[in-house]
């Protein structure tokens, strides 16, 4: 449980900043390499890599060197983690509106009977 | 399109921290009294209350006092923000997923014709 919060903080973090959810952003139409992001981004590439040190800290994306080249690759599932406590979420609030529904329909009961 | 990305980065910066995760999570339920919510936060009141103030100037909760009580309510909507975040992503993935797919049916069209 810590473990999964722990997770869940790094990945929030990570995508608390522009230049990084555009990285994700680009990588979810297929695979790029670090200079190429790095032009996208307008920015220097010691400046970019940081960001893209801080995406794969967080398990968002797994990069691989070839020769000179450094490439990115989107982790979908890391992105689940955050779906899956959205999700969490929204089933609480069904259940308290069930709950209230339930409240609501009762409460006429009693007073139609 | 910059103000979407600014309330992105505070919505998700305001998520990448488990005690104020756990004041969403908890106000999934209903509304609670700050005292309430830092009582099971195990906090001092005045830590607590930069948790609470966060989350309030991200738009993920509201706040009203009465008296001497302050009552937080979950604004469900800013979680959407998030939401529509991830659900822009899995579109592009699927896009890419159907390309992929066109590729491999006309490749195997090629070979067969």
């Not at 869940?8 to 990588?27: Q, S, W, Y």
């Not at 139409?29 to 960001?51: I, W």
């Amino acid at each position: 449980m810590a473990q999964y919060s722990a997770k869940l903080d790094g990945v929030f973090l990570a995508l608390a900043d522009p230049t990084r959810r555009a990285v994700i952003h680009r990588l979810g139409r297929g695979p790029a390499s670090v200079g190429e992001l790095a032009r996208e981004a307008t920015m220097t590439l010691p400046s970019f890599m940081k960001h893209v040190r801080m995406l794969e800290s967080n398990g968002l994306i797994r990069t691989a060197k070839s020769g000179r080249v450094r490439t990115c690759v989107l982790d979908r599932e890391r992105l689940a983690v955050v779906e899956d406590w959205l999700a969490e979420q929204r089933r609480l609030w069904g259940e308290r509106t069930d709950r209230l529904e339930r409240f609501v329909t009762n409460s006429k009961e009693r007073n139609t009977t």
